[in-house]
């Protein structure tokens, strides 16, 4: 057994210090003040009241640790925002420094430590952006990333849009984009006008060309409709994630001026039920890992329908049983994902540094129990910890490498 704080990691720094940086750099929570008087710690103070934020518990439970410092089998993180390097410079004590193409140097050292193959970046555009991320990026580091192009959605209102679209996808794909990235704002805020005239529905007709060409082209669709269902309720003492929503109050999206989660996720859905010859990718496990039962419905309907884990391991790892049989029956369409953000810092669940991707090595691999989903003091996206699924040598393989290598004409491993 192995102690989780102070052990060397990848990178040279240790865990605990990159978990001091990231207790110093993430969102405070102003909550109920304690009742403590100056100088002495709400936390010594028995019978007294204790601010959420400086509740810290440590569990006191004895049980085996397999900590996996790196994955059984190569990896591809399907899921990555990897060029936020371009515009989130490290600062002196961040886990990344220097100049962009140190940053990746870093990002390709630790992937190497990691037993990652290959990463996925999601954050991109059809324009400049894209451009700049193959040539110092995708050209450079020859197989280690890929990335997505995300469609322009200006203009919409333009005659012979929906074909200039699907001819903008075909130029990415020519220019050496290798799939289609499809942000949240699509169905959720994005308007006719940009920022105001009616919603524009994820279903809407004038996007049937695009998603048709995707299909064509052999390019997967990479798809991120709604999110959790406690940031479609409202934010009060009932809900699950308040912390989390307290540190990012713009993540709630309850109240009219919002669609419902349902109708996001069945107009998605209709999506995929329409172009069967497409393959979408449907992220955070489709949005719904709150309901693996209805996740694996759709899965079962749609044969073109796949998804992907990334920063959901606090929701598949607090029902292991349910996720375990989750991931038995659908082991062919479920791909590695992180969401992994370089200098993150204030989501420490989707964080780029090694210890972010161990909780997943961890969680698919070993059987441990009550362990944490973020390398963060406090868990992020809710307090509780998680357990372990133990997957077997086979379906390890689809999930880390081989259902995302299919897709994106890769070989598999
Ligand atoms: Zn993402």
Same mark, same amino acid.
């Given at each position: 057994?192995?102690?989780?704080?102070?052990?060397?990691?990848?990178?040279?720094?240790?865990?605990?210090?990159?978990?001091?940086?990231?207790?110093?750099?993430?969102?405070?929570?102003?909550?109920?003040?304690?009742?403590?008087?100056?100088?002495?710690?709400? #936390?010594?103070?028995?019978?007294?009241?204790?601010?959420?934020?400086?509740?810290?518990?440590?569990?006191?439970?004895?049980?085996?640790?397999?900590?996996?410092?790196?994955?059984?089998?190569?990896?591809?993180?399907?899921?990555?925002?990897?060029?936020?390097?371009?515009?989130?410079?490290?600062?002196?004590?961040?886990?990344?420094?220097?100049?962009?193409? +140190?940053?990746?140097?870093?990002?390709?050292?630790?992937?190497?430590?990691?037993?990652?193959?290959?990463?996925?970046?999601?954050?991109?555009?059809?324009?400049?952006?894209?451009?700049?991320?193959?040539?110092?990026?995708?050209?450079?580091?020859?197989?280690?990333?890929?990335?997505?192009?995300?469609?322009?959605?200006?203009?919409?209102?333009?005659?012979?849009?929906?074909?200039?679209?699907?001819?903008?996808? #075909?130029?990415?794909?020519?220019?050496?984009?290798?799939?289609?990235?499809?942000?949240?704002?699509?169905?959720?805020?994005?308007?006719?006008?940009?920022?105001?005239?009616?919603?524009?529905?994820?279903?809407?007709?004038?996007?049937?060309?695009?998603?048709?060409?995707?299909?064509?082209?052999?390019?997967?669709?990479?798809?991120?409709?709604?999110?959790?269902?406690?940031?479609?309720?409202?934010?009060?003492?009932?809900?699950?994630?308040?912390?989390?929503?307290?540190?990012?109050?713009?993540?709630?999206?309850?109240?009219?001026?919002?669609?419902?989660?349902?109708?996001?996720?069945?107009?998605?859905?209709?999506? &995929?039920?329409?172009?069967?010859?497409?393959?979408?990718?449907?992220?955070?496990?489709?949005?719904?890992? +709150?309901?693996?039962? +209805?996740?694996?419905?759709?899965?079962?309907? =749609?044969?073109?329908?796949?998804?992907?884990?990334?920063?959901?391991?606090?929701?598949?790892?607090?029902?292991?049983?349910?996720?375990?049989?989750?991931?038995?029956?659908?082991?062919?369409?479920?791909?590695?994902?992180?969401?992994?953000?370089?200098?993150?810092?204030?989501?420490?669940?989707?964080?780029? &540094?090694?210890?972010?991707?161990?909780?997943?090595?961890?969680?698919?691999?070993?059987?441990?129990? =009550?362990?944490? =989903?973020?390398?963060?003091?406090?868990?992020?996206?809710?307090?509780?910890?998680?357990?372990?699924?133990?997957?077997?040598?086979?379906?390890?393989?689809?999930?880390?490498?081989?259902?995302?290598?299919?897709?994106?004409?890769?070989?598999?491993?």
């Amino acid at each position: 057994m192995r102690k989780h704080d102070g052990r060397e990691v990848p990178g040279g720094t240790t865990a605990a210090s990159r978990r001091a940086f990231l207790a110093s750099a993430g969102g405070a929570v102003a909550l109920v003040s304690g009742c403590s008087r100056p100088g002495e710690s709400p #936390a010594e103070t028995a019978g007294a009241r204790l601010d959420l934020q400086e509740f810290q518990p440590k569990s006191m439970l004895v049980v085996e640790e397999h900590l996996v410092p790196r994955a059984r089998f190569p990896v591809i993180d399907a899921h990555t925002h990897v060029a936020h390097v371009f515009n989130r410079p490290g600062t002196p004590d961040s886990p990344l420094r220097g100049s962009p193409a +140190e940053q990746f140097d870093q990002i390709v050292r630790w992937m190497d430590e990691l037993n990652i193959e290959l990463m996925v970046n999601f954050t991109s555009d059809a324009g400049e952006r894209l451009e700049r991320i193959l040539s110092e990026v995708v050209n450079k580091y020859n197989g280690r990333f890929l990335t997505c192009v995300v469609p322009s959605f200006a203009n919409l209102r333009e005659s012979g849009y929906p074909a200039r679209q699907a001819e903008e996808i #075909a130029r990415a794909k020519e220019r050496g984009a290798a799939a289609i990235k499809i942000y949240k704002s699509f169905g959720l805020t994005l308007r006719e006008n940009g920022k105001d005239g009616p919603l524009v529905k994820i279903d809407d007709p004038r996007f049937d060309p695009m998603w048709e060409e995707a299909g064509k082209l052999g390019m997967p669709v990479f798809i991120h409709t709604a999110d959790p269902d406690a940031f479609f309720t409202p934010v009060d003492r009932f809900n699950e994630r308040w912390e989390e929503l307290a540190n990012h109050p713009d993540w709630s999206f309850y109240g009219d001026q919002f669609p419902s989660k349902p109708e996001l996720l069945a107009a998605r859905n209709r999506v &995929i039920e329409r172009h069967p010859k497409t393959q979408f990718v449907c992220l955070h496990v489709a949005n719904h890992p +709150e309901n693996l039962d +209805e996740v694996s419905s759709w899965l079962d309907r =749609y044969a073109n329908m796949h998804c992907e884990i990334g920063a959901r391991l606090g929701e598949l790892g607090r029902q292991p049983r349910r996720a375990r049989r989750f991931f038995e029956q659908h082991q062919d369409r479920i791909l590695f994902g992180t969401d992994a953000s370089p200098n993150g810092v204030s989501t420490p669940q989707q964080i780029l &540094i090694p210890e972010m991707y161990q909780c997943y090595f961890r969680f698919l691999e070993t059987l441990d129990e =009550y362990f944490d =989903y973020a390398p963060a003091p406090v868990p992020p996206q809710g307090r509780w910890r998680i357990y372990g699924i133990g997957l077997p040598d086979d379906i390890l393989k689809k999930v880390y490498h081989n259902n995302a290598a299919r897709l994106l004409g890769l070989k598999a491993v």
